[in-house]
């Protein structure tokens, strides 16, 4: 019924109408996503998202079998970094281009004629736990459907991009491109004949597509780190001492990344009769460039940290092993869900004391009232200058600008090591 015509204006009106709601009652919705959630609002979240991404995928197999293909398999896989749902539509090469792209864009349609239903639902509700479960399904689809669209990694704008240009495997081919670039710059080696294609690829790109493989090869990683770093306060929370272990293999592990793939050029090269005085030199090169940037480039290091409440006024919970710094400026912000708004600026004013504090200060889930256990923190008392603060949420305090090599070992490898220590 949806796949007729009367059925996709009914689709599309719904979705734009739930658009034009969302922008008249954006207070409402910012708001929901601004402040903590019950764990059991999260839970619904997490369900109906889940559902969501079914239908998504269950989406891509009635469009193609709706233009005469077959689905050949639906799963679940790995995809840079994060467990994901996925339905073989290959078969959609066949149609023509308006009919893959149609197939390939079938699950963003789901996701933002769902978010634009959460919304209109939303809007007649008052504000609470109804209202705040369908703001966040709503943020939910709408992230899902701007990510699915990133034409640089393999999700649906990205297939959709290929079957409109019909270029098959455009995203290898154009990486290959810089592959060449790089090998012949760094190790050395002819440049490559006028139509050459990647072993395997029998079709030639021209060579601005190097530029769509720059940011494939940008895009991914930042996807990883994405990840990565979402997972890790996670790992080690729960994990302790395994986590730690955990967190320092999957770094280890990413930053060898691009390490291997310079080894593949450097072979390459010896294949290519490149003298090996040369690659060495292209590899001495790199080496000094890696160690510049670790050295050189500076990055700020912004520590966020809960702050409660206790019986001295607002305290500053403090990460472990860290130690106050009488004056220092700490910006104080509301812990959302998704959104942190500012609330107030304090700044630390007392020594530092153990203190008993709840498990879940400053975290966006809460846990039902009397459930959240006590924990013995190092806490330092604050002085607020300006603004307000809530009973207790997120505190971000600028410890100043360190190298590229130093950020890294304070912000992912100091807290996996600290667990196993």
Not at 56 to 62: D, R, S, V
Not at 202 to 210: K, M, V
Not at 265 to 289: C, D, I, P, T
Request: one cysteine or more; proline letters at 7%.
């Amino acid at each position: 019924m949806l796949a007729s015509i009367p059925g996709q204006v009914a689709v599309w009106a719904v979705s734009l109408i739930g658009m034009a709601v969302a922008v008249a009652e954006h207070a409402r919705f910012r708001a929901d996503l601004a402040g903590p959630v019950p764990l059991g609002v999260l839970v619904v979240v997490m369900v109906v998202s889940l559902a969501t991404t079914a239908v998504h995928e269950i989406a891509h197999g009635l469009s193609l079998t709706r233009a005469g293909g077959r689905v050949r398999r639906m799963g679940v896989m790995l995809l840079y970094g994060s467990p994901s749902l996925f339905c073989d539509v290959s078969q959609s090469w066949r149609q023509p281009r308006r009919r893959r792209v149609a197939v390939a864009l079938a699950g963003v349609r789901v996701h933002v004629f769902a978010a634009a239903t959460a919304v209109l639902v939303a809007s007649a509700l008052p504000s609470g736990s109804g209202h705040q479960v369908l703001s966040l399904v709503a943020a939910a689809d709408i992230l899902m459907a701007v990510i699915n669209l990133c034409p640089f990694v393999k999700f649906d704008g990205y297939v959709a991009l290929v079957g409109w240009l019909d270029r098959p495997h455009l995203r290898p081919k154009s990486m290959a491109l810089v592959h060449e670039f790089v090998q012949r710059w760094v190790f050395g080696g002819p440049r490559e004949p006028r139509g050459w294609a990647p072993t395997g690829l029998s079709t030639p790109l021209p060579p601005i597509w190097a530029l769509f493989g720059i940011a494939c090869m940008l895009t991914a990683p930042t996807l990883v780190a994405a990840a990565f770093s979402s997972y890790e306060p996670l790992l080690l929370a729960l994990l302790g001492p395994v986590g730690g272990v955990l967190v320092l293999f999957l770094l280890v592990y990413t930053l060898s990344s691009p390490l291997t793939a310079l080894l593949k050029l450097e072979r390459a090269a010896a294949v290519k009769g490149v003298s090996r005085m040369r690659r060495l030199a292209g590899g001495f090169g790199v080496s000094l460039a890696v160690a510049v940037i670790l050295s050189t480039v500076q990055v700020p290091l912004n520590v966020t940290t809960p702050y409660t409440h206790d019986t001295r006024g607002i305290a500053l919970v403090l990460p472990e092993g860290a130690r106050p710094v009488s004056g220092l400026p700490v910006e104080l912000k509301r812990s959302g869900i998704v959104l942190h708004p500012r609330l107030g600026l304090a700044s630390v004013c007392g020594d530092a004391h153990r203190e008993s504090v709840q498990a879940d200060a400053g975290s966006p889930v809460r846990i039902s009232e009397g459930q959240a256990r006590l924990v013995d923190r190092t806490v330092v008392a604050l002085c607020l200058s300006s603004g307000s603060a809530d009973p207790d949420g997120l505190a971000s305090v600028s410890t100043g600008r360190l190298p590229f090599g130093t950020w890294l070992r304070r912000v992912y490898v100091d807290p996996a090591w600290h667990r196993l220590s």
